[in-house]
């Protein structure tokens, strides 16, 4: 690394060596493997191909492309797990000049196909014709006829080197087709310490921009790819020892959960090999960085920070970061500032709204419109620069929780669980709350047991009391995608939800409790009306009425009565209040019982659901008992609901 700290090695010029001439993408392999046949190109699940075979394996899947009809500056969407099907399937893409448009393998049908009607690809790789008939398909382990040459084709350059897609915060999709064309200069990714003949370690998923794109600039530069099919803590330290891994990619949660694996077993791994490590995509908690910043050195550990669009990128190494704790750095490619609420520049240390600008298009969208500000650009980020121009992140605009009138950055208490033993990762969104508008609500999870008073005593001990979370929800399952990333709104929106449907069933317990109690005490206070009705064996009472409807199509309440008394109250699998249905027809029994008439249709109807032989009249006594129960009923459920009310206040 370069010994002064605010120059890292090549970061003036994010395109590698601006005075030799550019060459495209397809000669930039084909030189490389000219250079050196033998070099391992890709390695994948223990599987190698060198730099020769790259180059002739793509050569022959272009020829298989271009026959069903890609050609310069189509899109070909690449819906494929991470593997060296994946890089054969761009190589060849950028072989033909068109454009390599990365997919999650992963998506639903539907949200696949509003994509691929936005991007219009000529092709699409990784998925079965039957799928979208409409389009021209190959599916996953699509191999060319052996009768097609492998030999070098002509040369053509992308109008754009990729577009991945994003959903940003709006949640609809949108391409970001990149500015720059399918042309590079010798080694590339040297602005980012990639040297030609190292290798990197892929961890993040392909289908997204930063692992797709760090990944490409190190096989343009001749690095030896190796690539994980799907991130693990133990299998990228393995990966690392193995193959003396030289560059890293990572986001925090990799970094956290590599820590915990380095902790389990200190004396497993070797990297002693990495000599760049950045981290990106997600704010990064201090203790983290400090971490790794003691495991490999300052000058090793890098961070750079900015949007999909490239508009503007900060960096800042591990020395500066020491000096500027907390800070991602100063602009190395175009500029930052943050900006008040009034559209002004704000003062040092004044938090406000992150704007980036760039000097040249650096992206356009399709199926959506940039929006700029006098040439300025927000990606919804809120931070802060210090007097010495050193920028600093709060939070997404967006998930800023409001809080009895108190500003919450969900960030800042996401770093302080991150920093508890047993916690693997974390979340933390708003929730609705009649008294504060909203409350702040932590989603943890925990590599060991840990109680909810352990975590929120952990942050208490560390936060002011209004920022440490009324309720902590340990879940199993991911809250981070597999870049990284937190999909804020889609986990407050889950976490809603399941708040609805524990209050529902607890008030549901409650009221078949209260139900239950009640019923045996007017049960046994009216036996001898009942007896004639119910009998004295056991009997379900939804047994009078074979075809009786419920509610809104619902499952309703059924008493169980041995022996004249009530030994069960239970509900169906849907949950609902009451079973109004049947109250009314007890309703119609009392009304029918004193003026019978055979014509009439409800007592036909009646007759049909009633068990033969019960009495009228003593159904409706029944009735009368299902009413009384209804008041009380009401009168205890308003009184359970203010109750609860009080002590969530509490």
Avoid at 21 to 37: H, V, Y
Avoid at 285 to 294: F, L, Q, S
Avoid at 341 to 350: I, L, N, R, T, W
Wanted: charged residues 25%; negative net charge.
């Amino acid at each position: 690394m370069s010994a002064d700290p605010s120059a890292p090695p090549g970061l003036s010029e994010l395109h590698g060596d601006a005075a030799a001439e550019p060459q495209s993408i397809g000669r930039i392999i084909a030189a490389l493997a000219a250079q050196a046949p033998d070099r391992p190109s890709l390695s994948c699940a223990g599987v190698s191909i060198t730099r020769h075979q790259l180059e002739h394996q793509s050569n022959r899947l272009a020829r298989a492309y271009a026959e069903l009809g890609v050609g310069v500056g189509d899109f070909v969407s690449i819906a494929l797990p991470n593997s060296i099907e994946f890089y054969l399937a761009a190589v060849a893409t950028w072989k033909l000049g068109a454009v390599p448009q990365p997919l999650s393998y992963r998506l639903p049908i539907p949200e696949r196909q509003a994509i691929v009607e936005l991007a219009e690809p000529r092709l699409i790789v990784g998925v079965d014709q039957t799928v979208h008939p409409d389009r021209t398909c190959v599916p996953k382990g699509f191999s060319p006829d052996a009768g097609l040459s492998s030999e070098p084709l002509p040369d053509a350059v992308s109008p754009a080197w990729k577009a991945p897609t994003s959903g940003g915060s709006t949640g609809r999709p949108k391409l970001i087709v990149a500015g720059q064309p399918g042309t590079f200069p010798p080694v590339p990714g040297a602005a980012f310490g990639i040297t030609s003949g190292g290798v990197q370690l892929v961890t993040g998923p392909l289908y997204h921009s930063s692992p797709f794109g760090m990944s490409s600039l190190g096989l343009f530069s001749g690095q030896h790819l190796v690539v994980l099919p799907k991130f693990d803590p133990v299998a990228a330290l393995d990966a690392i020892t193995t193959y003396q891994v030289t560059w890293l990619n990572l986001v925090p949660t990799m970094m956290v959960r590599m820590l915990r694996a380095i902790e389990a077993e200190p004396e497993r791994f070797d990297l002693a090999t990495l000599d760049v490590v950045w981290h990106m995509a997600a704010p990064c908690p201090a203790w983290v960085k400090e971490a790794w910043i003691d495991l490999l050195g300052p000058d090793k550990v890098l961070e750079m920070y900015g949007g999909s669009e490239n508009q503007a990128l900060t960096v800042i190494t591990g020395t500066e970061w020491l000096a500027h704790r907390g800070s991602v750095g100063k602009a190395v490619l175009g500029e930052i500032a943050v900006f008040d609420v009034d559209g002004k520049p704000a003062p040092a240390g004044e938090l406000g709204e992150i704007f980036m600008r760039s000097a040249e298009p650096m992206y356009r969208y399709v199926g959506a419109e940039v929006r700029r500000v006098n040439g300025w650009e927000s990606i919804g980020d809120l931070g802060w620069m210090d007097d010495d121009g050193y920028l600093y992140l709060s939070d997404r605009r967006t998930d800023l929780i409001i809080s009895g009138g108190a500003n919450i950055y969900p960030a800042e208490i996401e770093a302080v669980l991150s920093a508890h033993p047993k916690v693997d990762s974390c979340a933390v969104v708003g929730l609705p709350d009649d008294d504060l508008g909203q409350r702040v609500h932590a989603l943890v999870e925990v590599s060991s047991e840990a109680a909810e008073d352990e975590i929120l005593g952990y942050v208490a001990e560390r936060l002011v009391r209004y920022k440490v979370p009324r309720m902590v929800e340990f879940v199993d399952t991911p809250l981070r995608d597999d870049a990284g990333k937190l999909r804020r709104s889609a986990l407050r929106d889950a976490a809603v939800e399941r708040m609805r449907r524990k209050a529902m069933n607890s008030r549901h317990e409650f009221m078949s409790d209260q139900w239950l109690m009640v019923l045996r005490t007017l049960f046994e206070e009216r036996a001898g009306d009942t007896t004639e009705v119910l009998g004295t064996g056991s009997i379900t009472l939804a047994e009078h009425f074979t075809d009786a409807p419920t509610p809104s199509g619902e499952d309703g309440w059924y008493v169980t009565v041995r022996n004249g008394a009530v030994v069960e109250f239970r509900r169906g699998e849907s949950p609902v209040e009451a079973d109004f249905t049947q109250r009314g027809r007890f309703a119609d029994a009392a009304r029918l019982a004193e003026t019978p008439s055979a014509e009439s249709a409800d007592a036909v109807a009646l007759e049909r659901e009633v068990r033969p032989g019960v009495d009228l009249h003593a159904l409706a006594a029944v009735g009368e008992i299902f009413a009384d129960v209804h008041d009380e009923m009401a009168r205890r459920t308003t009184h359970h609901a203010s109750r609860n009310d009080s002590q969530e206040d509490k």
